[in-house]
């Protein structure tokens, strides 16, 4: 009798570790399931230098001291995608993996973008080991309205603006790629042509 | 007086959850300053010394936990840490700054809610359970089932709950920007 219960406890015990584990394994489920779902395209504000025209060209400062210009033909007729970040912004943080990725498999030229004391960012770089050019300067920010973080625009190789908006993943970042490749400036402007081309 | 099995529990339990609460803030030591500070309790020049002071509090509350000499303390130690975060929580809760990381550690960064305050009540509980001393009865060979499986089932528990909180909390504000 005693040994039938020494079982059945043990046993119990173990169904209900194996429920509990389930429980785990379906809220990562959720989480999972909540980022695919995440609306995808970024989000383009009414602000901002207009799409399909020539991209503002502006001055700034790598982290060694020596001027860029952002902006123009590109020499190599490369595309061209500045993000624009903060070394307190975690989002941003998130997608410095992404945005190496993407400068290694696509060809793009990425830029990191920002401003304020250079000794900060060159702090911010070491830490997170970022291998990408970063360049800071206000005016950059200011000639593309980045006023929201991470924000991003894709210049094409001959320096016109193709795409912009807010990056809050990489399905955003990819989105901004997506709109070059089909011709439109935002998800909105996407959906506009789909509604028209259905009615 | 309460039962040892009881005891144990709640000895193994919180040790476990001061021990990965340090072990997160110990890797991510800026993420914990930067919620200490999004608390706006102290002045900003104190967060970095205070952050690390709170996670050796921890290392201490969970090692002393385990060893039976200094468990009186260390749950002393565990229930004013607990204090001292519930009580941020509740300030900033009144304040209805909701939105910032509560800096418990995890992957997921979660939210302010209530029932960080409810969990926090629930951790109390237990650090008072181990603080109070004396066995009821001795130790049976079936006692390790209950203690293993317990101990298992509230580890999986923890970490559901903290996935639920954080996903909630994503449900809530969909797309927010940094």
């Known amino acids: 009798m005693n040994d039938a219960l020494w079982i059945s406890n043990a046993l119990l015990w173990l169904a209900v570790v194996a429920l509990a584990a389930v429980v785990v394994a379906l809220v990562r489920q959720i989480g999972v399931l909540h980022e695919r779902l995440r609306p995808v395209g970024a989000l383009a504000l009414a602000s901002g230098p207009e799409v399909g025209a020539a991209a503002p060209r502006a001055e700034a400062v790598d982290l060694a001291g020596t001027p860029v210009a952002i902006g123009g033909p590109d020499p190599d007729g490369r595309d061209l995608l500045l993000f624009f970040l903060s070394p307190t912004c975690p989002v941003c943080k998130a997608l410095l993996p992404a945005l190496a990725s993407l400068a290694r498999e696509s060809g793009l030229r990425v830029v990191l973008a920002s401003d304020g004391p250079r000794e900060e960012h060159a702090a911010f770089v070491a830490r997170e080991r970022i291998a990408l050019p970063y360049v800071l300067g206000t005016a950059l920010g200011l000639a593309y309205r980045a006023s929201k973080l991470p924000w991003a625009a894709l210049l094409d190789g001959a320096g016109v603006l193709r795409a912009q908006g807010l990056v809050n993943t990489r399905e955003h970042l990819e989105s901004l790629l997506e709109a070059k490749a089909r011709g439109v400036a935002s998800i909105q402007e996407y959906l506009e042509r789909e509604r028209k081309g259905a009615a | 007086m309460i039962d ?17 609460a340090a072990l997160h803030k ?153």
Do not use: Q
């Open chain 2, 4 to 20: 040892p099995v009881a005891a144990w529990l709640a000895r193994l339990a919180l040790a476990g959850v001061f021990a990965s």
């Open chain 2, 26 to 178: 110990g890797r991510d030591l800026d993420a914990f300053a930067a919620a200490v500070a999004a608390h706006r309790l102290v002045p900003e020049a104190t967060v970095g010394a205070l952050a690390r002071a709170l996670a050796l509090c921890e290392i201490a509350a969970a090692v002393g936990l385990l060893v039976p000499a200094s468990t009186p303390l260390a749950a002393g130690v565990a229930g004013a840490l607990l204090a001292l975060y519930t009580g941020a929580i509740a300030i900033n809760l009144a304040r209805g700054r909701r939105a910032i990381d509560c800096g418990c550690g995890g992957p997921a960064r979660v939210p302010l809610s209530g029932w960080l305050v409810a969990r926090n009540a629930l951790l109390v509980a237990a650090a008072l359970a181990c603080a109070g001393g004396g066995a009821a009865r001795p130790l049976a060979a079936v006692d390790a089932i209950t203690i293993g499986g317990g101990v298992a089932v509230l580890a999986l528990l923890w970490i559901a709950a903290h996935g639920l909180l954080a996903s909630a909390a994503s449900f809530a504000r969909p797309a927010e920007a940094a």
